[in-house]
């Protein structure tokens, strides 16, 4: 089958949750299927990402300047649009689009976001997929927590336009992908549909191997894309909140911030007692893996984080807040810790602090956890199904196979 999979951003190399769900999906379908991908981004990011690795791989890269975003972000307050949608808007990218559809260049259209779904609007005539991950609905309506950040203002002009867009555009597809169960009911509801299905995160169990070796019995390790608001305010509030009463407890406790970007806020954490701060480290792996525990502690988002997964795959314990341990919940013998107070979060890491027994155990539990149930190819398969469905019947109505 021949696929124009669209993104907003490319996804090389594949870091954080948004590069690597694309990554891993553009590399799943390029196993049976042939696979353009429609992106943004410069010319000088593509030539230097990392994707020797899907081979066969077409691109169709679209340069979108800082001026233009301006521009959309500007004319987003007189469209009925979201802001999500509007700015992400790129005619050089639609046209090009358009004409490769009309050549008959593609049997099937794959959209990532909802922020790219109407440049697949118009064409009924084709099968359409859209991986909407999360609902930006619920992670919008979560942000009063962060009242005090400009950003929360503009979020909250723009939810009701997203609520009324994300009841509208599962209708356009043939299958819509969402990541929780918790988001799968929610647009559910609000769309009617009946053509969801649950498609979680995964993670690279290779890349991201088991760890059986030394690790630093007093660390404790938060990781993420740092200038992203709902990852700042768990570095902030973790550090006011909970990593003081870890202290009284354990006094050599240690606190590593490690991430990309960090903003100013977050860099300032280095002068606290036991608190570093990693900015930019080429590789997380080692970060994590030589920690007692990972935490997760959002306050505010949707869908399932990444940070959670990996941890678990090398065997790093995780401690996070409910909101964040919640896609886990339901998953027999889950060892992900979930804390709804600040004590109850201090307690469960000082108990991993102290008992290296007890870690070991939920070490191995989360490694199993992830070969059970987060494995790219295990994610992925659902979606097999329906595209040989969308093959099968252009394999009958072919000249050769049709009965004389």
Known sequence: ???????ARLPFPPIGGYRMRV??????LLRSHEVTLYA???QVKLNGSRHSDLPGLQQRIFNMGKAAYAWNGVTAFFS????????????????ALDADIRSGAFDLLFVHLVRMAEYVRPYHHLPRVLDMADSIYLHYSRMQKIWWNPIWLGARMDRNRIRRYEAEVPRWFDRVLVHTEEDLRWVQEQSGTTNLLQSSMGVDT????????????????????????????????????IFPLVRRQVPDAQFSVVG???????????QTPGIEVRANVPDIRPEVSSSAVSVAPIRFGAGIQNKILQALAMGVPVVATRLAAKPFGKLAGS???????????AGHLVRILQDSGYRAQLSRAGRSLIEAHFQWEKVLAPLDSFLARQIRPKIESSPGNRSS
Do not use: W
């Open 1 to 7: 089958m021949r696929i124009a999979y669209l993104t």
């Open 23 to 28: 990554y891993y999906t553009l590399r799943h």
């Open 40 to 42: 943004m981004g410069s």
């Open 80 to 95: 009925d649009l979201p802001l999500q949608v509007k700015l992400y808007e790129c005619p050089r990218f639609a046209d």
């Open 206 to 241: 290779e890349e991201f191997a088991f760890q059986e070796g030394h690790y630093n019995p007093r660390r404790i390790v938060y990781c993420g894309k740092l200038d992203y608001l709902p990852n700042t305010d768990a570095a902030l509030y973790f550090t006011d909140q």
């Open 260 to 270: 990309l970007n960090p903003p100013r806020s977050v860099r300032a954490l280095a």
């Open 335 to 345: 060892p992900v810790l979930a804390a709804e107070t600040p004590q109850e979060f």
